[in-house]
């Protein structure tokens, strides 16, 4: 084994490009495709405070375990799993916890680039004009034709997972930093010109009241497992992401107020995302709880009614392509960490053979909206549906679990004290409460009502 590597001797150029990287990384589909969506399914204002709960009781402590780790390991997820627990006097089967994060990265990139495609076609088709007075029927068969057609999917799956690919190659400095520091404010700033659309639309007093009237009614226990889950997600925790961006972060940034603001920033790209698009789709009085088709169904049916609504249609595809770009390199680093530091190898060539194989995966999920449709692996689960199960609700979520135990329990208290520089036995307390016990038992609460659903309809029970 050979820990002597390229990517260990990066260090991100400052503090704030490491702020910049990891709200690269948590920003993404999650906070602008899914966020809007499942807020919208789950009754808006009510879920919206559930999810701000999750975030700030599970997810910022996990993902300060999960950077403290990093930067004391400064190394792959998987060598720093093994240099931590030997120095805790633990078994290295802890790697092992590393080795989840890389293979979990893998499969929901394979997806992840796929939707990404969807929205780069969704610019070509915003911007030239397809749904301008567009019917209902017409923007929905626009989706069901993409979805029915492998080859074009494919299509944009491919562009996408090469310029992911071509960023990643050329390294943390070159690639990485450079990539986040034109698509982060770019990123920023289409938002903002959304939001200033959106707020002119006539329906921005329905959206915001949408998404900050608490309707209690409206929901039910299992939106508490929905903001879990998407806390997870939209974090990028549990599997090692932030673990990998942790070891190059310069040792005197401090690591509480960093981690906050990247949870912040998070938290204000997706509640700004659901004001950008709510007032648009209540101002042509559709309907926001059209799950995964707001964005693609429900959003271009609502533009193509307005004024300059495929100029700000493609802005707003632009964006989410924009943001899914920033995540998606952050998905390959683990692996990529690893693989350059394990054969001391070629950054480039490593991405590329990882670029292969995480496309090939892909393709499963490209079949399942049409010829592998009815294929089912577990369940009604079919291709795409297991992938994105198993590595959103079962892995990452168990994944978040140990590494925060980890942290906490295992790790000698004087090395994590250094971390987060914590002087007092108050603060010292508060950490060991909120991180070392309300995360992992909230995360387990989730594990419990995702999987047992899932074995009771397995095994008839
Ligand atoms: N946080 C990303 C999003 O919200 O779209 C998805 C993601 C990226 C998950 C990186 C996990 C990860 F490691």
Redesign the pocket.
């Known amino acids: 084994m050979a820990i002597q590597d390229n990517s260990s001797q990066n260090r991100w150029s400052s503090r704030w490009l490491f702020v910049l990287a990891a709200a690269g990384?948590?920003?993404?589909?999650?906070?602008i495709w899914?966020f809007p969506y499942i807020a919208g399914e789950n009754g808006g204002g009510a879920f919206v405070l559930i999810y701000l709960v999750c975030i700030a009781l599970v997810g910022i402590p996990i993902m300060i375990s999960e950077v403290l780790m990093g930067r004391e390991g400064r190394s792959s997820p998987i060598h720093t799993m093994r240099t931590l627990a030997k120095k805790a006097g633990r078994s290295e089967r802890w790697a092992l916890l590393g080795w989840l994060g890389v293979i979990t990265?893998f499969l929901?990139l394979s997806y992840?680039a796929v939707i990404a495609g969807w929205a780069l076609n969704y610019v070509w088709l915003t911007a030239n004009g397809t749904f301008d007075g567009a019917s209902a029927d017409s923007v929905a068969q626009a989706f069901t034709d993409l979805q029915a057609d492998p080859l074009q999917m494919i299509a944009y799956q491919t562009a996408f997972m090469v310029v992911t690919i071509w960023i990643v190659g050329r390294g943390v400095t070159a690639g990485l930093e450079k990539a986040i520091q034109w698509f982060m404010p770019a990123l920023f700033i289409l938002l903002i010109v959304l939001l200033i659309y959106s707020f002119n639309s006539g329906g921005f007093a329905q959206g915001w009241a949408f998404m900050f009237d608490f309707k209690w009614e409206a929901v039910g226990p299992e939106a508490w497992l929905i903001a879990m889950g998407q806390a997870f997600?939209?974090?990028?925790?549990g599997?090692g992401?932030m673990m990998a961006y942790g070891a190059y972060v310069p040792e005197d940034a401090k690591l509480s107020t960093t981690v906050v603001t990247i949870a912040l920033l998070d938290t204000l790209v997706a509640i700004a995302a659901g004001l950008a698009i709510f007032p648009i789709v209540f101002a042509n009085g559709l309907e926001v709880s059209q799950g995964p088709g707001l964005t693609f169904v429900t959003l271009p049916l609502a533009f193509g009614q307005l004024p300059f609504g495929a100029l700000f249609g493609a802005i707003f595809f632009v964006l989410i392509s924009f943001?899914?770009i920033t995540?998606a390199i952050?998905?390959t680093e683990p692996a990529l960490a690893y693989l350059t530091e394990e054969y001391n190898a070629k950054r480039q060539r490593v991405a590329i053979s990882l670029g292969v194989v995480c496309w090939l995966l892909g393709l499963g999920t490209v079949f399942s909206f049409n010829i592998w449709s009815d294929i089912f692996i577990v369940g009604e689960l079919n291709f795409f549906g297991f992938v994105d199960y198993l590595s959103q609700n079962i892995m990452?979520p168990l994944g978040g679990m140990l590494i925060t135990i980890f942290a906490v329990w295992l790790l000698p208290k004087e090395m994590v004290n250094r971390q987060l520089g914590i002087s007092s036995t108050a603060m010292f307390w508060a950490w060991r409460i909120v991180a070392g016990i309300v995360a992992p038992l909230g995360v387990l609460a989730i594990f419990v009502f995702t999987i047992w659903p899932l074995v009771r309809s397995l095994f008839n029970l």
Not at 233 to 237: D, K
Request: proline fraction near 0%; aromatic fraction near 8%; glycine fraction near 12%.
């Open positions: 990384s948590a920003v993404g589909l999650g906070n899914k990265g929901i992840y997600f939209t974090l990028s925790l599997m992401t943001a899914a995540s952050s998905l990452l």
